[in-house]
């Protein structure tokens, strides 16, 4: 970095200030290589529409469309009632939703208004541990004791061990600590001013949490569900692993039943002994889900950060 | 506060008064409402304990009965034969591919956005773009694999490799390494920078210089919170066909190996849960156990970094 010499007649100009061309030469190499870096995101999803859409078409021009709307799903038949693995995804979500919306949020006002900093310090790591047990644990944990223990008190004569209920609360115990991060994140973020006005006119904490911070927060904690609903619909492995993802599946309402999702149906014909290559359409009908399902949680990223952005603009 | 006064009354009355302020009946539904609030944090953590008490109840018999033949063993179709030793192996190759790829290029996107790039519609679309991916099911990213690595790349990759699993897993990654990048390099004030173009560096020099420098152990604690999201991501090596491979050990050179059949401990843990053998029941949880203590040695390192060195302004 050597200083730019003065020249002999004393006069400094521009160019002396500009450095040497080899720092500039070199400036300017980084910079492309990091502007590229940061375009690569744009080229990779450039990529996951492209060759979601190229197969989905495929699929689409080839398959008899009124099979798309019968029920049951059984890729290796040739039969793709895709309302049945639609539907499987919502109730599993749906119980999760069920299960980890008044956990999540419960967790989130609690740590928010009336934990001590030390206690929100201790808890708020334990939250994160939870949020970082991969899927695939929780499936194990889903399959081996909530569908022994739990769903077969709630659901009554229930005997299969794979069942939608069990897959279900699964997703709930992964998106509770996303939902309690994400909503916690919304109501700390409310003034303070706002909670000691509500205190002043001679309100309890309760009222204040309830009446004050919540509706302030609002748009934050429904970016909160809204994001713990896409993380739910995308879940795959709790829901491989407990729902019983056996090749198909007919259609089914009952969540103590066994039922397939979106997710499970595209690792069902992944893992399937064939790899995929059994009936004609079934590789390709495994692009077609992924996009209806990545269709499905772009729109739904989407209004969640519309709604984060919101909560930003107004405190 | 008129505690402590003197004169005899003045108690009396501030009993009065504190008691017109706080109302006289009970709070029932105050009191109610925060033990349904502990309530819900109680089985949040309940939940945690139980399912680390359900694996290690279930797993740790299979290392006092056989030691740590499960680590060094590979697959095997018995129960009491079978080990994690290719699954480990896969992974740790898997996540060189996440390091060696996601994270310059992760880092150097970051820099890009966070030092380089103005507020243009580009910027702002590339940086939404980046929140969108990283919100894309995890499975999804293994349709992209199917479809770019092991189809269009197949001559290259060689079809379901480890090389498709570990690209596969770089990209899934990538862009949580942007955001948490970002945030460190936010966290830099700016007064900082200046002071490096205030003595004439370039914006390479200062980034060099001034910033990395300061935003380095929020960039490693995220970073190294990424490595442990891929290290347990099953979803997506399945489809690029973890699942059915398992590693020809020996003398085969890397290049060959690593176009060859592989598989993952996570992707372990699904096969053996799907044997039907129940004799597999206690080597799934055997083998959690072992994803779940390289996870919390990993994630215990990103909070020790981040609390060891976090910097407040």
Request: charged content about 15%; overall charge positive.
């Amino acid at each position: 970095m050597a200083a730019p010499s003065v020249p002999s007649n004393g006069r400094l100009t521009i160019g002396d200030l500009r450095g040497s061309a080899g720092r500039r030469r070199r400036e300017a190499i980084l910079r492309t290589a990091f502007a590229s870096a940061a375009m690569l995101s744009i080229v990779i999803s450039l990529a996951i529409i492209v060759s979601l859409v190229g197969e989905a078409w495929n699929f689409l021009s080839r398959v008899d469309l009124g099979l798309l709307l019968e029920r049951g799903w059984f890729p290796r038949r040739d039969l793709y009632g895709i309302s049945t693995i639609v539907t499987g995804t919502f109730i599993v979500a749906g119980i999760g939703m069920i299960v980890a919306t008044p956990l999540g949020l419960g967790a989130a006002i609690y740590l928010s208004e009336y934990a001590s900093p030390r206690l929100r310090r201790t808890i708020k790591p334990i939250l994160e541990i939870l949020a970082g047990i991969p899927s695939v644990v929780l499936g194990y944990f889903a399959l081996t004791f909530l569908s022994p223990t739990i769903v077969d008190t709630v659901c009554p004569g229930q005997t299969n061990i794979f069942n939608m209920a069990a897959a279900g609360i699964g997703v709930g115990i992964l998106i509770t600590p996303l939902i309690a991060s994400v909503a916690e994140d919304a109501l700390y973020a409310v003034p303070n001013s706002l909670r000691e006005a509500s205190y002043g006119l001679g309100a309890r904490r309760r009222t204040t949490s309830l009446r004050i911070v919540f509706p302030a927060a609002i748009s934050g904690i429904v970016a909160a569900l809204i994001l713990g609903m896409s993380r739910g619909i995308g879940e795959t492995m709790i829901v491989a692993m407990a729902a019983g993802a056996s090749g198909g599946s007919l259609f089914q309402l009952n969540p103590c039943e066994p039922g397939q999702t979106m997710t499970a149906a595209m690792t069902a014909l992944a893992t399937g002994s064939d790899q995929v290559r059994g009936a004609a359409l079934a590789f390709p009908s495994l692009f077609f889900v992924g996009l209806l399902l990545f269709a499905m949680t772009l729109t739904l990223n989407l209004v969640a950060d519309a709604f984060v952005r919101r909560v930003r603009t107004r405190y | 506060m008129t505690t402590g006064t003197p004169r005899v009354h003045a108690v009396s009355t501030t009993e009065i008064v504190r008691q017109r302020l706080q109302g006289r009946r009970l709070d029932v539904g105050g009191s109610v409402f925060e033990a349904l609030l502990v309530l819900a944090l109680l089985i949040s953590i309940g939940v945690l304990v139980t399912l680390l008490v359900d694996v290690f109840s279930n797993g740790l018999p299979v290392f006092f009965t056989r030691g740590t033949d499960f680590l060094t063993r590979g697959l095997s179709s018995s129960p009491d034969r079978a080990g994690v030793a290719q699954g480990i192996l896969g992974s740790v190759l898997l996540m060189l591919f996440v390091i060696v790829l996601s994270f310059p290029l992760g880092v150097g996107a970051s820099i890009y956005l966070e030092e380089y790039a103005r507020d243009t519609p580009l910027t702002r679309l590339v940086n939404t773009v980046i929140r969108n991916l990283a919100g894309v099911p995890a499975i999804v990213y293994g349709l992209l694999g199917v479809a770019v690595f092991v189809g269009t790349l197949g001559a290259i990759t060689g079809g379901r490799t480890i090389i498709s699993g570990g690209l596969t897993l770089a990209i899934l990654v990538l862009p949580i390494v942007i955001i948490t990048t970002s945030e460190a390099l936010r966290a830099v004030p700016t007064s900082i920078r200046e002071a490096a173009f205030g003595v004439g560096a370039t914006r390479w020099e200062t980034v060099r210089s001034h910033v990395l420098p300061y935003a380095a152990p929020g960039i490693l604690t995220g970073t190294i919170l990424s490595l442990a999201r891929a290290f347990g991501e099953t979803a997506p090596l399945i489809l690029v066909g973890a699942i059915a491979g398992t590693f020809r050990y020996s003398a085969d050179s890397l290049i060959d190996q690593l176009r060859g059949p592989y598989t993952a401990l996570p992707t372990i843990i699904f096969g053996f849960s799907r044997d039907p053998d129940a004799g597999f029941r206690a080597d799934t949880a055997a083998a959690i156990i072992v994803l779940l203590v390289v996870l919390l040695a990993v994630n215990g390192l990103a909070i020790f970094l981040r609390n060891r060195f976090e910097r407040r302004w």
